[in-house]
């Protein structure tokens, strides 16, 4: 019996994550992307169906048979909250957005504070959760690392240093909290607009701070141990001292050498890079790797769309992970 269940629950997970992918489906499409035969298919879509997670929105053109029932996720089905911290220069910013399954936008606040403090940031969420109850996941980017347990080991946001934010926040609500490096954020949003890469690196160099990297590798994350994967801004030749002032100005200097390091070590297919103050493209050739071995390199114009579309897919994979739980 547990056997059956538990086929059950992953091929009814198979179906709905076809589903949080957005566009429409018919129940053919769904048998043949998930493999699961279409009277199994049938049966998942009336489950979905009745616990209105899905809807029938037409027909799709006949083919010369009967035509197929369209279905696609609803989009006000469950709420996606999101925070996303960020310090430019002596400003900390606080944005809050709550957004449906299609990526629309319900709700949003943006707060500017010359401090940025744990209470600031929690003010924010307690509004958030309070103006949106739909929302059913949370998450969280920030500049930074932190610890496996929820503690901040370092942040832009000088206040929350060696503070467990993870545990503050969870005392606002029961929620489940899901908090990454910004960058880490950036790299899953711009993985999610680019499917035909499986092993990328997208790489953030400030004006005035250590650079970061998020990495992934087989379509997962990497945060090795404690977040710290990435960190490329300690390499030697791109180390700042303790004050944060950029030992030089040569920022190509500087992203040419951690891109050569991350090629070397995780031979990504592609590397995407962002320096506001850069003054010229970085030269793949300028490596001096062999020519089978360079991925394809993009400069970013910015990263803020990336890490939008990097915390909503997290919480979409956070409630496909809870839901895969349950028939």
């Known amino acids: 019996m547990t056997k059956i269940i538990d086929l059950k629950r992953e091929n009814i997970h198979k179906v709905r994550s076809c589903f949080y992918q957005g566009g429409t489906w ?55 909250g999101t925070i996303i911290l960020s310090h430019i220069f002596s400003q900390y910013r606080i944005r809050a957005n709550s957004f449906n399954l299609g990526g629309h936008s319900v709700y949003e606040q943006i707060l500017v504070s010359p401090t940025g403090t744990l209470d600031e940031i929690l003010n924010v969420v307690k509004k958030l959760i309070t103006s949106d109850p739909l929302i059913q996941v949370l998450v969280l980017s920030f500049p930074g690392i932190i610890g496996e347990q929820g503690e901040i080991i370092y942040s832009d946001f000088e206040h929350i240093n060696q503070k467990n934010l993870l545990r503050s926040l969870s005392s606002l609500t029961t929620i489940p909290i899901v908090l990454e490096n910004d960058v880490n954020v950036a790299s899953l949003g711009y993985c999610s607009i680019h499917p035909e890469f499986r092993t990328l690196a997208l790489l953030y160099q400030p004006d005035t701070d250590f650079a970061g990297s998020g990495i992934i590798i087989n379509k997962r994350l990497h945060r090795g141990r404690n977040g710290f994967a990435g960190e490329v801004g300690y390499l030697m030749n791109g180390y700042k001292p303790a004050n944060r002032q950029s030992r030089s100005n040569d920022f190509t200097f500087l992203l040419l050498n951690q891109i050569t390091a991350l090629i070397s070590v995780i031979a990504p297919d592609a590397i995407a890079y962002y320096c506001p103050s850069l003054q010229e493209d970085i030269k793949i050739s300028d490596t001096h790797l062999p020519k089978e071995f360079q991925p394809t390199l993009e400069r970013l114009t910015e990263i803020d769309p990336f890490i939008l579309n990097g915390v909503q897919s997290i919480g979409k994979n956070k409630i496909l992970e809870i839901k895969r739980r349950t028939i």
């Open 26 to 80: 018919t129940k053919n499409q769904l048998s043949s992307r998930t493999g699961i035969s279409l009277a199994g298919t049938t049966n998942i879509l009336q489950i979905l169906e009745n616990s209105e997670e899905i809807e029938f929105v037409g027909n799709a053109c006949s083919t010369g048979g009967r035509k197929s029932k369209l279905y696609q996720l609803r989009e006000d089905h469950i709420h996606i």
